[in-house]
């Protein structure tokens, strides 16, 4: 069963096991430093659908489907699948996993997306209510800018400051028995407003989610940053990142010898031209379930933080003048038991 630590972590005693993961991205992010790492890499972003949603939504059929080959089971063998993405009423997950007969539970937590149906999976397999679970997310640039932002056929700037939207899915089977990685603990973040209101600027309105949630882990189990081989974040980009570094030194906590970010890892930021960095859902599922699930698994990492973190506005939040709320939920990942 999970144990309690401190007031927003749960330690996990019997380790779920990611028993198989995959990602797949577009060409942009084919192109980028992680680029062999993935599992298959679109050459054409639409997927050869007839829309950037339904592309999306294959995405994540793709992602799933890979999953599960690599962990040598069935659709059938699974009890529940955590599925979200950015778009409205989480279609790209309702349709792109309709065909395959799981129970299923749409989740939303933006950009936090892929720690958050992480951590519900362990949950589940933790406490006994399943033997394995699915965890995806998704993300794509078009569909994210059409919604979000300006189609493309706009044409509009971008602010220094803007993220670019990864086309990608990653997805991971969690389960009671495997190999490594191992889910260790879960930290579910609280709600942080602090009344930023530029949607151009995601790793501003992030950076103190991400900041509350780790102080609440490091607080709970009593642990430092240097306690880990990696301390990586969702998709802060660049802005954020140098935030989140800010806020924690003014508590003394030095976080810059083993940080990563998701968003600055996928992309190479000075010859991709995608300004602050990368972004969505699908940029913290597809590094987690392809770059970092990899070095877990092969033991050159052993003892990592992941982080997801999500800006939770919708479009007519914005047009209504609101601030952008954000969440970060914090997975703690071991190679070994």
Not at 12 to 38: C, D, N, R, T
Not at 181 to 198: E, F, H, N, Q, W
Not at 238 to 246: D, M
């Amino acid at each position: 069963m999970a144990q309690r630590l401190g007031r927003y972590t749960l330690k996990m005693e019997h380790m779920p096991s990611i028993q198989g993961y995959a990602a797949v991205v577009g060409k942009k992010e084919g192109e980028g430093p992680l680029g062999k790492q993935f599992d298959y890499i679109y050459e054409d972003t639409t997927l050869g659908e007839s829309s950037w949603e339904k592309a999306e939504s294959r995405l994540q059929t793709d992602a799933v489907n890979r999953a599960l080959k690599k962990a040598g089971v069935q659709s059938s063998e699974i009890d529940y699948i955590f599925a979200g993405d950015l778009l409205n009423q989480c279609i790209s997950s309702t349709f792109g996993l309709r065909s395959l007969d799981i129970p299923f539970l749409g989740q939303y937590g933006a950009c936090s997306t892929m720690a958050q149906t992480l951590a519900l999976s362990a949950i589940l397999v933790e406490t006994g209510a399943a033997r394995r679970c699915v965890a995806v997310t998704s993300s794509h640039f078009c569909s994210a800018e059409r919604q979000f932002r300006f189609p493309l056929e706009y044409g509009g700037q971008r602010t220094p400051t803007a993220q670019w939207t990864v086309t990608g899915s990653g997805a991971a089977i969690v389960g009671n028995t495997g190999n490594s990685p191992y889910i260790s603990a879960v930290t579910v973040g609280r709600i942080t407003d602090l009344g930023i209101k530029d949607a151009n600027n995601m790793g501003a309105a992030m950076a103190p989610a991400a900041y509350s949630t780790l102080t609440d882990f490091l607080q709970d189990t009593g642990t430092k940053p240097s306690d880990y081989d990696l301390i990586v974040t969702g998709d802060l980009g660049e802005v954020g990142s140098t935030l989140l570094k800010e806020l924690l030194q003014k508590d003394g906590v030095d976080l810059s010898k083993n940080h990563a970010d998701c968003g600055l890892l996928i992309f190479d930021k000075e010859n991709q031209d995608v300004h602050a960095g990368g972004s969505g859902c699908g940029c913290a599922g597809s590094v987690l379930c392809s770059y970092l699930l990899n070095r877990l698994k092969s033991g050159e990492l052993n003892n990592v933080l992941f982080m997801a973190t999500g800006a939770l506005m919708s479009t007519t939040s914005s047009q209504q003048g609101e601030s952008i709320p954000g969440v970060a939920h914090l997975i703690h990942l071991k190679s070994s038991l």
